[in-house]
């Protein structure tokens, strides 16, 4: 499984970008992309979570609200809109993998894409 995170840079506070994770290689039916976010000198942390078998998301209750993950099944692509922007939202954004979804800890994950940066300037 290769996963490929596009889409970030440096966005004014109050912005809304849009992360994009192109994936190839999943062969299963069943699998989960989700959105994971690592601010510096933070653990990693998961945000939502997409289901391939029937469309279902999953957040985290403290990124309910400004963040939406979404797909495009035709393009194999996963995104994650951000919207309002905050200078905490900075942070090196992933997007992970998985064949049946087990759980929304970074270790029930176990295909990582290399990452973008989102940095949020005042």
């Known amino acids: 499984v290769q996963l490929v995170e596009s889409g970030g840079g440096t966005v004014q506070t109050g912005g809304s970008p849009r992360l994009s994770c192109a994936a190839s290689?999943?062969?299963?039916?069943?699998?989960?992309i989700a959105w994971f976010r690592q601010a510096p000198g933070k653990e990693r942390e998961g945000i939502s979570c997409w289901r391939s078998s029937d469309g279902d998301t999953y957040y985290a209750p403290s990124m309910k609200g400004r963040f939406t993950i979404s797909s495009d099944n035709a393009k194999n692509t996963v995104f994650l809109q951000i919207n309002s922007l905050k200078p905490e939202d900075t942070a090196v954004y992933y997007c992970?993998?998985?064949?049946?979804?087990?759980?929304?800890?970074?270790?029930?994950?176990?295909?990582w894409g290399q990452g973008t940066r989102v940095t949020v300037s005042s």
């Open positions: 290689g999943l062969i299963f039916d069943d699998y989960a």
């Open positions: 992970a993998a998985t064949e049946t979804l087990r759980g929304f800890r970074s270790t029930d994950f176990g295909s």
